[in-house]
């Protein structure tokens, strides 16, 4: 990663020069949606969030700092635009329960969450892939950010602990409880053929 | 079992990144220009507004600083009044 390269593109950006956004868009943009994919589970809302991250960058990129990365800053704009979808959803199905207590309204059919199948799984992976992403909907909100930064997106502990701002000892921690939360919640997904041996 | 467990926590090791659609960057820009547009458009009514509200506040001033006046005015009379009516 070239930092010096990334910190020129966003000072551009801030200058409002558009050449310059549509080279860190071409840089970022496979970290941005990656990230948001993985968190959400789904394309449309992950591409969504991209657009949102994007314009946030636009908007944002004067009051860039300097202080981290400009990619650490980029992911924790990403995590953060990414819980803010799921809060909304979270808002738009509170909603959906009120109006299921009238009867005949369309809210009170039950909603099947889909399978995810992730496009960048390898092939002879990808039943288990299916499987890590339904589990992983299951863990506490920071320990599935740490989770899908270290192992979906492969970041080094200490990257994981400074788009979290996060010391390196509690991301090593929120990952073990999310391994071990893992663990216990997969016992629910084993095939039959291994649960019988 | 153990091993099982382990080969799903790691499915993701090696993965490729997941790329978007190619017209998301097009989407960007025109939610960026829109936005733009809409700032454009927002300014003369904040102007608008700021001078609405500093008018208000103005009248304010005007109208109670002359309500004390009148309140003063209103007080003599009233005292006037009361002298007339006064017994000796």
């Not at chain 1, 956004?21 to 968190?39: D, H, P, R």
């Not at chain 1, 981290?68 to 959906?96: E, M, V």
Request: hydrophobic share 40%.
């Amino acid at each position: 990663m070239d930092i010096a390269l990334h910190r020129k593109l966003l000072e551009d950006i801030s200058k409002g020069k558009e050449t310059a956004l549509a080279e860190l868009y071409g840089i970022f943009k496979g970290m941005v949606y990656n990230t948001a994919l993985s968190y959400l589970q789904d394309q449309h809302a992950a591409e969504e969030v991209t657009q949102d991250v994007f314009v946030k960058i636009y908007q944002g990129a004067s009051s860039f700092e300097g202080k981290s990365a400009p990619s650490t800053w980029i992911y924790r704009i990403t995590i953060n635009k990414a819980k803010d979808y799921l809060d909304y959803q979270k808002r738009q199905k509170r909603f959906g329960f009120v109006s299921s207590l009238f009867p005949g309204d369309e809210a009170a059919k039950p909603i099947d969450l889909p399978v995810f199948d992730h496009p960048g799984a390898i092939l002879e992976n990808k039943e288990n892939a299916r499987i890590l992403f339904q589990v992983i909907d299951l863990l506490p909100e920071q320990q599935k950010t740490a989770f899908i930064l270290s192992y979906v997106e492969d970041l080094a502990r200490q990257e994981v602990a400074d788009v979290m701002e996060l010391s390196l000892k509690a991301v090593e921690s929120l990952l073990q409880r999310a391994k071990n939360n893992l663990r216990k919640k997969l016992e629910d997904f084993r095939p039959q053929s291994r649960r019988n041996k | 079992m153990e091993n099982w467990k382990e080969d799903i926590l790691n499915s993701m090791r090696g993965a490729e990144r997941a790329q978007p659609d190619p017209d998301v960057y097009k989407r960007i820009l025109a939610r960026i220009e829109i936005r733009e547009k809409l700032e454009v458009v927002k300014r003369p009514y904040v102007a608008l507004a700021a001078a609405c509200l500093a008018f208000l506040i103005m009248a304010n001033v005007y109208a109670i600083s002359n309500n004390r006046g009148v309140s003063r005015g209103g007080s003599s009379t009233y005292d006037m009044e009361i002298a007339n009516y006064n017994l000796y």
